[in-house]
Structures are given as C-alpha cells and as structure tokens.
C-alpha cells in the first residue's frame, strides 16, 4: 500500500497549476494525505472534491476561511474516520482526519506553526501535548498507528541546512525537538531517519522567498510516523522532492498490507 503525504500550500492553487492529477498518476498511490488544504470542499470542483477511484475526507477551519486545512483521497473506504481529536480549539481549525482501516489508524496531520508571538508558539505545544496523548490512547487499546503531516518541527541538527543559524528559530527551538523526542520515548518511529540514519541534505519544506530549493537550503518537517511494532511492515520510504507546486515537497511509503 503506497501513502503519500504532502503539504500543498493550497489545494486550489495546486489543482489550477496542473500538479494535483499527475501525483495520481505518476505515482498510483492508494491513499493521498494533503495538509494546508487552506479551502472548504464546497470550493473544489466535483472532479477533485469526488476524485474517481478514491473516498475523499476534509476537514477545515471553522474560524478563518483560506486557512489550515486538511484532506485524505484512498481507494479502500475506511470502517470509520474521525475530524479532530476531540480538543474544540485544536479540531476547530481543521488540522486531522482520522482513519481507521482493518490493520492500522491513519492520521493526517497540519501540526500549528509556531511563529506569530508566544500564543502560537504555546498553542502549538499544547496541540503537541494533546496529539501525543490521542496517538498513546489508540496504540494502548491495541491499535497500529501511522501518523502523518507537516509536523512544523525539524528534529535534528542534520534535519536542517542551517541548524547552527535557526537555534533561536520556532521549528527548531528546544522546547519543540523535546516533543519529537517525547514521541520516539513512546515507541514511536521516525520511518524516514529509522531507514536512512545518517543520511543528509534531504530537506521537504524550502523558503519560497529565498529561492531556497534552487540550493537545497532546506528543512525537513514533513514526516512518517508509526509504532514500533508496525515498523516491520514498511517497505521503503521516498522524499518526492522534485515534485512543484508548493513550498513542500510529497513524502511516500510503501507498506505490506
């Protein structure tokens, strides 16, 4: 089963830009998990709303229009999917979609940015807190979880081109890694640095401003996440990262199922 997560900086802009379709095509995947969908799904037209061959789920913000946003297309309907976590202040801005499929739980995930003063940056690790106790609850009742998004947060000096220059930097800040830390503590893994431990300058998210992708001065925030014990199901993972049309680039995985 092929996964692919990305975030678009904008499903309308990515449809209108000729880059929604071919990431079907090129790729055949079974399930898409977008993020920073920042529109309703009454905004989309019906062929991307209702994409053939695949069940479709959105959730958006309630509280800003163009705003956050999140959406999974899969070709095996789920036996149940859920929007949110059940926290009000997260759910209401449209950050999850829960799907549970006969083998694991899949959450799609646009974590907050931390940037925008010291609300934000507290809002953020409180949705942390929040999510890493909902994936703990689903992994104690027996659950496989694959968690996936724009977690926001590099984890590592090597997950980012300039680690020195960004330590005062939110995406980068201590108090932010911990949380990642706080997640691996909890048997959770990182499918893309547990495959390729050492490996360097791959990056998923570049500053659009600084023409940054052109030099790969980048971050890598966009993630894979599964319990321990699911891990052995992974096939392989790949960064999409000449894939255009956002600010991100996709991620892929391949698992037994």
């Known amino acids: 089963m092929k996964i692919i997560s990305w975030n678009t900086n904008g499903l309308r802009a990515t449809v209108k830009q000729g880059n929604f379709i071919p990431l079907f095509a090129f790729n055949n995947p079974d399930v898409v998990c977008f993020q920073e969908t920042k529109c309703e799904p009454e905004q989309l037209d019906d062929s991307t709303r209702n994409l053939k061959g ?21 070709k095996k309907e789920p036996e149940k999917v859920e929007y949110g976590i059940g926290i009000k ?55 496989n979880v694959i968690f996936t998004g724009d977690v926001n947060t590099a984890h590592n000096a090597i997950d980012l081109a300039r680690p020195k220059e960004n330590e005062d930097s939110t995406g980068f800040l201590p108090i ?31 500053d659009q401003k600084t023409r940054a992708r052109d030099r790969n001065v980048g971050w890598r925030i966009d993630y894979f996440f599964t319990n321990q014990s699911f891990m052995k199901r992974v096939k392989s993972f790949k960064t999409l990262s000449d894939y255009p049309g956002s600010d991100h680039c996709p991620i892929m995985i391949d698992i037994n199922i």
């Open 176 to 206: 932010e890694r911990e949380w990642i830390d706080e997640v691996i503590n909890s048997g959770f893994v990182d499918i893309f640095r547990s495959m390729n431990p050492n490996k360097k300058d791959v990056y998923t998210y570049w």
């Open 54 to 74: 695949y069940f479709s789920y959105f959730s958006h913000s309630k509280l800003r229009k163009g705003y956050s946003g999140v959406a999974i297309y899969t």
């Open 89 to 143: 202040k997260f759910d209401d801005e449209g950050r999850t979609v829960v799907a549970y499929f006969k083998d694991f739980v899949l959450i799609n995930c646009y974590f907050p940015n931390g940037g925008g003063g010291p609300e934000r940056l507290k809002y953020k690790l409180e949705f942390y807190d929040a999510f890493l106790l909902f994936i703990n609850k689903l992994k104690k009742s027996g659950k």
